[in-house]
């Protein structure tokens, strides 16, 4: 069964300050990573996927198969980055197209 | 557009009670996918609808069942309620392909309690 873990709950950095939110997968298969972020009051919005390789709002994530990761990187935080992030995991199977969400990441930029 | 829309926003049941949450998706986009995000967790999937057919499940007791309407709508029903399905209720639309993952434009939610 597909897994995806986000060992740190609550990330707080300075503005300014790099910022690096750890995700890490189990899979058997070929895996789509994606990472989805909830900003105060709004709805859960795409940030970023692996295959697109683009980076979005500064923050990049690069897929390592080796170490199974899928770590979300930004070299100067913002103050507009707090934010819940969760890094999701697709199963394409048999049609299916669901989701498999780790348990999120609260970060928050202190000024 | 007003994006993916779920009512109602908040709902109150009491153990044992049925329970049907709605949900319309973006104008144009065929599938309608289901989550449950219990407080402290990332959203967990339970089913996914496209062209009215039940194209995936997650793992979800037989108490939970939905279906989707020629227009693209989708209701989400939940049997015999118990305390544990207390939970903010996400559907999400998409468009549909058969290899791949299309991006999910997700509702804002219904919040369900179970007293």
């Known amino acids: 069964a597909q897994r995806v873990t986000q060992p740190e709950k609550l990330l707080s950095v300075f503005k300014g300050a790099p910022v690096e939110l750890k995700c890490n997968y189990s899979y058997s298969g070929s895996p789509e990573l994606f990472w989805y972020v909830q900003y105060s009051r709004q709805r859960l919005q795409l940030l970023l996927r692996h295959i697109s390789r683009e980076s979005i709002k500064g923050f990049t994530a690069d897929l390592n198969k080796g170490e199974t990761s899928f770590h979300l990187k930004k070299p100067f935080a913002q103050e507009e980055d707090s934010a819940m992030y969760y890094c999701a995991l697709s199963y394409s199977g048999g049609g299916a197209d669901g989701l498999t969400f780790g348990k999120g990441t609260h970060l928050i930029i202190q000024p | 557009d007003a994006g993916v829309t779920q009512s109602p926003t908040h709902l109150i049941k009491t153990r044992g009670q049925h329970v049907t949450l709605r949900c319309s998706p973006i104008s144009g986009h065929k599938s309608v996918s289901w989550y449950q995000q219990v407080l402290g967790q990332g959203p967990q999937f339970i089913f996914q609808y496209y062209e009215k057919e039940e194209r995936g499940r997650g793992n979800f007791p037989d108490r939970f069942s939905a279906r989707q309407f020629p227009n693209y709508s989708s209701e989400l029903n939940v049997n015999a309620l118990l305390l544990g399905d207390s939970a903010l209720y996400l559907c999400?639309?998409?468009?549909?392909?058969?290899?791949?993952?299309?991006?999910?434009?997700f509702g804002q939610g219904t919040r369900l309690t179970v007293v």
């Open positions: 999400a639309s998409s468009l549909f392909r058969t290899q791949g993952h299309t991006e999910a434009f």
